[in-house]
């Protein structure tokens, strides 16, 4: 009714989405009517239509702790809702808000009361004016309730609609109206009127283009048309409660401990049978944990009214057989909705008696010790050892008036990844690394159909995620997935794995590489782009046609060069390896020295050749030892079976390959060499390029080359002759420099001959410069020994906030027990430095130039003390 209402307005009625969200990393489950359609509240996509209406399967996980304990909370509910992206806005959404409600579904007008946020006055002038509403039956509340914003972005208020269910469902207190806590009035259906842009320090500007988003729970409108007590007791509901109470024998509401498990497992199949067709799987993270956390709820409290053995999957036939007409895919997934189902319910039936004991004698241990609280290492051991969540431990516990120590759960938790973490690679029976592929049945195999064909479709066989066997891959998933046959090319030989896509209808795996295992497996590793997947599933198998054509090109290029190489270089080249992408190739092969440039040159020729001359490229499956006579090349220490792939090209190369070809070698284009250099003794390696990407190569050298022109202002076919004119510029400059470098350390000492001391018969020279680096002083100093024909040179020069020292010994000097280096190691602890050298000279630095003058009178005591 409400569907065919709103496409009676112009909405375009779109199915459910799924329960996983889109493209959404903030959401683990869709929990609302507008969670799906967001890209279009914030354009990041156009929708199919400005109007839209939805019956949106949701989950909400935020009070699962009192699902069961209350007669009014669940995990699962269908929302309403009508949506708006720029067009219609508050007077047609009210209007049609009060049209269904009053006209459509029945429901006495005076019995309805509507909600506004303080400040919308507008909301308040449709309410009044145009429905006829009285000023004091309209409520006005605050940002709390009335107001939706979710930090900065599109944000506005609201207008609720609820119901007064009578006298009966309330609370009996005088002032009792709308927005009392108690059952009597409910609220059933919320206007959301999106109008502004929060920046995030709580400014709001207008939205050019403003939205509407509603949202009804088709439950609670259930319990209103029905006037029935819940949620439990609505009709559709109600038939799953019942099946719960004859499976277990019991009556509801005889028991309020009873009805608490019954309405806990009533709400929990029901989220669980619809995650399980979305393609959730249980696992201990993410929306797999919530999963499981529910199904082992409903399984131990089954257990709690006395069930015995596997019950779910009944249930969930219930649950089926009351929804397949809103949701057929229910009743399409059947089978693996009853197989995950049962899988889960037996292995935690498996752990779960050993866990209940166990932890019965911990409440036991807690009793005698006079403690109310389970230490966290206890909560650890239940959970690592037995299985127990967390939160099922501390159910329990809190059935009992006990708690549990969470803070030191999680640091046992991460002690024991940090040993997973430190601990050696785990590895298999064969001493490989240990990893989720070790549990595929070994008889599961694959057969490769691709070398003549991109497409092929065939069956689901195996799903895994990174760590475990699932039966279902789901949107943003990775993992991997095995079928019967498959055109995608594992990698092998050289040749890197092919990537694609694998759809079932609307459902998308993305192939990001494919893996050849043991007992011929072929693995798709990848991700779900949207959708899911399930063992079982038809597929079609696409592989990405230009990476296998690149990839292709790259391979058979190989083969000529390694012909080309034997004809060049010797027959002693050998293949030692190779790599074959769709970018690149890598070749590596026997040789004992560095190719020349000519060699290089000649082998490309070759390869250009052979590809120019458009040789057929034919492959034939024939007997080792036929193989052999025909001359092909088989790769030294390779196992070959009884019958082996030989590759021809023309009569120019014949090789042993199981890889993919091109139909002939003129679809190669061309073949460029980039590197050739050794890997290892005696063997060289080549890396080289073929079709496009040789011309995206020379691209990007002409690039550079231009981009080189520019900077030296020039034309790019005159760049060497610029490059060498700049060279013999510099040249001539360089000289210069270090003539004009000469002169100012000269001029900067100016006539120290005049300084000259004499110390116990040998001459001194210590002086201080300006601004002269270490070559400087060098030169300087040479030219001042010189002057000084016997004796010893000190310099200090402060440059930049630094001291730079040098002291030079004749001689002459030196035979009377002068020493540079001892004189220069003493001199520059006076300036906050170190350094030393020969006899004859040395250097050091320093950090303080003002105590040159120190230093300078330091070394001349220095001296003194030196000379016998």
């Known amino acids: 009714m409400f569907l065919e209402f709103f496409e009676s307005k112009g909405h375009l009625a779109m199915k459910s989405f799924s329960l996983v969200p889109h493209n959404d990393k903030s959401l683990l489950l869709i929990n609302s009517g507008m969670a799906p359609l967001k890209p279009y509240f914030t354009g990041a996509e156009v929708p ?59 429901l006495e007008p005076d019995r309805l009361y509507p909600s506004i946020y303080l400040d919308d006055e ?140 019954i309405r806990l497992i009533t709400d929990h199949i029901r989220s669980t049978t619809f995650m399980i067709s979305d393609g959730i799987m249980p696992t201990n993270e993410g929306r797999g944990y919530v999963l499981r956390r529910l199904i082992r709820r409903a399984a131990r409290h089954g257990r709690l009214l006395g069930i015995e053995g596997r019950f779910l999957a009944k249930l969930s036939a219930t649950v089926i057989e009351e929804s397949k007409d809103g949701y057929p895919e229910l009743e399409e997934k059947r089978d693996f909705i009853f197989k995950v189902l049962n899988q889960e319910e037996e292995q ?107 497409e092929y479709e065939s069956e689901v066989t195996v799903l895994t995620t990174e760590t475990e066997l699932t039966d279902a891959l789901t949107d943003g998933q990775k993992g991997t997935v095995f079928v019967k046959e498959t ?65 292709c090109k790259n391979h058979s290029a190989t083969h000529l060069l390694q012909k080309a190489l034997k004809t060049v270089l010797g027959a002693h080249v050998e293949q030692k390896g190779s790599l074959v992408t769709p970018d690149r190739l890598r070749f590596d092969f026997a040789h004992f020295q560095a190719m020349t440039q000519e060699e290089l040159d000649k082998v490309e020729a070759i390869v250009n050749e052979e590809i120019q001359k458009a040789l057929p490229v034919e492959t034939q499956v024939m007997s080792l030892e036929d193989a052999k006579k025909t001359g092909a090349v088989a790769l030294f220490g390779e196992k070959y079976g009884d019958n082996v792939r030989v590759v021809s090209m023309g009569d120019y190369s014949r090789e042993l390959c199981g890889g993919t070809h091109v139909p002939n070698t003129s679809a190669i284009t061309t073949f460029k060499i980039i590197s050739e250099a050794g890997i290892a003794a005696g063997v060289r390696r080549i890396e080289a390029l073929t079709g496009d990407s040789v011309f995206a190569y020379y691209k990007k050298i002409e690039e550079k080359l231009k981009d080189a022109a520019a900077m ?66 060098r030169d300087l100093g040479d030219q001042l020994k010189e002057k000084l024909g016997e004796g010893v040179v000190i310099l200090a020069s402060t440059m930049g906030g630094k001291v730079s020292l040098l002291a030079m010994a004749t001689q002459g000097a030196m035979d009377k027990g002068a020493h540079a280096g001892n004189l220069i190691k003493g001199t520059a602890a006076v300036v906050g430095g170190g350094g030393g050298g020969r006899p004859n000279m040395a250097q050091a630095g320093g950090k303080n130039p003002e105590k040159v003058p120190e230093a300078l009178e330091t070394a001349a005591n220095l001296l003194r003390e030196q000379l016998k």
């Not at 020279?765 to 002083?777: I, P």
Request: aromatic share 10%.
């Open 48 to 106: 199919p239509r400005k109007r839209v209406t939805t019956c949106q399967k949701c989950i909400r996980t935020g009070d699962i702790e009192i699902v069961g304990k209350t007669a009014r909370h669940g995990t699962f509910f269908e929302m309403l809702g009508n949506f708006s992206f720029g067009d219609y806005f508050k007077k047609e959404s009210i209007a049609w808000t009060w049209e269904f409600l009053t006209e459509v579904i029945g």
């Open 122 to 261: 507008e909301a308040f002038e449709i309410w009044n004016k145009d429905i006829g509403i009285a000023p004091e039956r309209i409520f006005r509340f605050g940002k709390e309730d009335n107001f939706w914003e979710h930090g900065a972005g599109p944000c506005g208020p609201c207008s609720e609609v609820y119901y007064d269910r009578g006298e009966k469902f309330g609370c009996g207190k005088p002032d009792c109206t709308v927005g009392c806590d108690c059952d009597r009035y409910m609220e059933v259906w919320n206007n959301v009127f999106t109008q502004f842009d929060n920046d995030g320090n709580g400014n709001y500007t207008e939205l050019d283009y403003k939205n509407i988003d509603t949202g009804m729970g088709l439950e609670r409108l259930a319990v209103v048309v029905q006037e029935v007590d819940s949620i439990f007791d609505i009709d559709t509901i109600e038939a799953l409660r019942n099946k719960v109470c004859e499976i277990a024998g019991v009556t509801y509401k005889e028991k309020e401990e009873q009805d608490v498990s």
């Open 348 to 454: 935690f039936n498996k752990t779960i008696d050993q866990g209940l004991r166990i932890l019965g004698e911990l409440v036991d241990k807690m009793q005698a010790e006079g403690t109310r609280e389970l230490s966290g290492e206890d909560a650890f051991k239940l959970y690592d050892t037995y299985g127990f969540p967390i939160d099922l431990t501390k159910e329990i516990l809190e059935e009992k008036n006990y708690t549990i120590d969470e803070a030191g759960f999680r640091e046992a938790m991460e002690e024991q990844r940090q040993k997973a973490r430190n601990a050696r690679e785990v590895t298999n029976y064969m001493g490989a690394d240990a990893t989720v592929y070790d549990s595929i049945d070994p008889t599961v195999t694959t057969v490769f159909v691709g070398y003549d064909k991109l």
């Open 487 to 551: 055109p995608f090319y594992a990698t092998m030989g050289g040749q890197e794995g092919d990537s694609g896509t694998i759809t079932v209808g609307d459902s998308l795996f993305q192939v990001e590489d494919t893996i050849k295992l043991l007992g011929d497996k072929v693995g798709h590793v990848g991700h779900i782009v949207k959708g899911m997947i399930k063992t079982g599933d038809k597929v079609t198998l696409r592989v990405s046609a230009r990476g296998r054509a690149d990839t």
């Open 712 to 777: 030296l202002r020039t034309a790019p076919g005159e760049v060497s002759e610029k490059i060498a004119h700049l060279q013999a510029e510099l040249k001539t400059l360089h000289s210069e420099n270090e003539s004009l470098k000469s002169k100012l350390a000269q001029d900067a000492v100016g006539d120290v001959m005049s300084q000259v001391q004499d110390v116990k018969g040998v001459k001194l020279l210590a002086a201080a410069v300006e601004d002269v680096d270490m070559n400087g002083l």
